[in-house]
């Protein structure tokens, strides 16, 4: 049973859906709890990745998505698995791993730090399999992390290249306060053709009183359900995990299992029309599942589909993509119908609202800032002043604007300073009952109209003139700059903004 008292995520006697990078996403996860996996793992997601997303509940597909700036959803979940997966991120920094933990601890059941990953991808920022090099690393690394989260925390490591070393990085592993410690019985060279070393896995199991968890054994050993009973016994480990025995057909995990493969391709693609899967990882994970079949008339329809519904129809499941987005639509329809205009709220002495910068929404080169700005100067007003701050937890920004001594601010955060900035000037413009410049809106005067229409070739003197008049509103625009607003949550200056950092 995975749960304990308290509620915490228990370790002893499971077995789980091991972290494998492109196959452990949400779909392949809950077909492994449906199968009967105690606990899912999802894939390794990188630190510095997740330490840029935020954080958004998606209320149409009822998930929480933690999206990357560029838009990308790193890592989806839900309420069905909310008590039975483990986060693994690979880090190799204890500050930025505990950032990112906490980012996503109220929406998962433990966290997990890859320390067995061989591949560069993961061992060239020195995390993964880099890390069993450092110990005082994984040391720093791992306290950090259970002084700071209030769930359950791990960590999986391949075995060194003797076994006193393995028990003693286990041992100090132990040390950390780590709930449970998963053990790749392979050396960070060896790869999956090689035999899995059942004795290190065992002497581990001895030597420490956390609960160790055997994984390897997909290639030789386990093959059929009643084969994991026996994995846990040669390595006399309190767990299991397995990988590529789950990803080739995730029912191994019953009792019956494994059952047809066609029929578990089948329910896995259900998953992944359900909670709208990047087709490409959808593809990838039944690639896997087709194994010596990936050639055949199937494997080539798979392959050569672009979205989930060329995959439907490869699987003769139109009619269920089908239904599947009329209630998804449907759900969209409700929640735009159901929602109110927003009101302004009053926090202190600034007027907010729950407001969002969508750029698609506006004109190329038209902003709502540059419609504050020129309605202040029509107004003989001083130029408006923003104010923004950034939290640490998700590197969300937040801006305040002040105009005419009053201020404004959206209630929600935005991805970049520039956007909170935006929203901010929306939520002014609205209470105030100005234009604000979207595309459809009435011409209000406020920018030259020539701007507005975009005639910007630069062919002319006139529209020379204009090209410096809008130099002169973004220029004013962005001089002045921020200062801190703290309103009692945990914030830092915004910085100047640039890219960012890579993995």
């Known amino acids: 049973m995975a749960a304990a008292a308290g509620g915490r995520l228990s370790f002893s006697n499971i077995t789980a859906l091991a972290p494998m990078v492109r196959v452990g996403t949400l779909p392949m996860r809950l077909l492994a709890l449906d199968y009967g996996a105690d606990v899912v793992y ?28 560029d838009d990308r959803v790193m ?18 920094d204890p500050d930025r791993a505990l950032t990112v933990a906490r980012l996503v601890e109220k929406d998962v059941a433990a966290i997990d730090v890859n320390m067995g990953c061989p591949k560069e991808y993961s061992t060239k920022g020195g995390m993964g399999a880099a890390l069993l090099s450092h110990p005082d690393k994984i040391e720093a690394i791992l306290k950090k992390l259970v002084a700071g989260v209030t769930i359950p925390v791990t960590c999986k490591i ?19 306060g780590v709930t449970a410690v998963a053990v790749h019985g392979r050396f960070k060279e060896e790869r999956p053709r090689h035999p899995v070393h059942c004795d290190y896995i065992q002497a581990v199991a001895q030597a420490v009183s956390i609960p160790v968890i055997a994984n390897g054994g997909s ?7 009643a084969d994991i009973e026996e994995f846990r016994m040669a390595t006399g480990a309190s767990s299991v995990m397995l990988a590529r025995a789950a990803m080739w057909n995730a029912s191994v995990f019953t009792s019956q299992g494994p059952l047809p493969v066609d029929k578990v391709m089948e329910e896995y693609l259900k998953y992944a029309i359900r909670y709208d899967n990047n087709a490409f990882n959808t593809k990838y994970c039944l690639c896997q599942m087709l194994r010596d079949k990936v050639e055949s008339p199937l494997g080539k329809q798979v392959q050569a589909a672009q979205t989930n519904a060329d ?10 993509y089908q239904q599947t987005q009329e209630q998804l639509q449907t759900r969209r329809d409700d929640l735009k119908s159901s929602s109110q205009p927003d009101q302004p709220i009053m ?9 969002k910068f969508e750029r698609r929404e506006y004109p190329p080169q038209i902003t709502p800032k540059m419609f504050l700005l020129e309605w202040s100067r029509k107004e003989k007003l001083e130029q408006p002043l923003y104010e923004t701050v950034q939290r640490s937890q998700d590197r969300g920004f937040q801006s305040t604007v002040t105009v005419a001594e009053k201020k404004y601010r959206s209630s929600l955060w935005e991805k970049s300073k520039k956007f ?21 809106e009435e011409d209000s ?3 030259c109209k020539r701007k507005r229409e975009g005639k910007m070739n630069g062919a002319t003197e006139e529209d020379r003139s204009k090209k410096r008049h809008v130099a002169d509103i973004l220029q004013a625009t962005e001089s002045s700059e921020p200062a801190v607003v703290t309103n009692g949550l945990d914030h830092k200056p915004a910085a100047p903004e640039k890219q960012p950092e890579g993995p």
């Open 420 to 440: 909170a900035e935006q929203a901010a000037a929306i939520v002014c413009l609205r209470i105030l009952g100005i234009p604000e410049g979207r595309i459809g």
């Open 445 to 447: 005067g406020l920018v």
């Open 219 to 225: 290639l030789d050993l386990v093959k059929t359900n």
């Open 311 to 320: 995959i439907s129809e490869a699987y003769g499941l139109q009619e269920f």
């Open 75 to 92: 890592f989806r979940t839900c309420e069905r698995e909310k008590d039975r997966v483990v986060f693994q991120m690979g880090t190799a």
């Open 158 to 176: 391949r075995i060194l290249p003797s076994l006193e070393e393995t028990v003693s990085l286990v041992r100090r592993i132990e040390k950390t």
């Open 42 to 69: 999802c894939e390794e997601l990188i630190d510095i990745k997740m330490a840029q997303c935020h954080r958004v509940v998606n209320a149409v597909l009822e998930t929480v998505d933690f999206v990357a700036p």
């Open 347 to 355: 926090d202190g002495d600034v007027t907010t609202m729950a407001v």
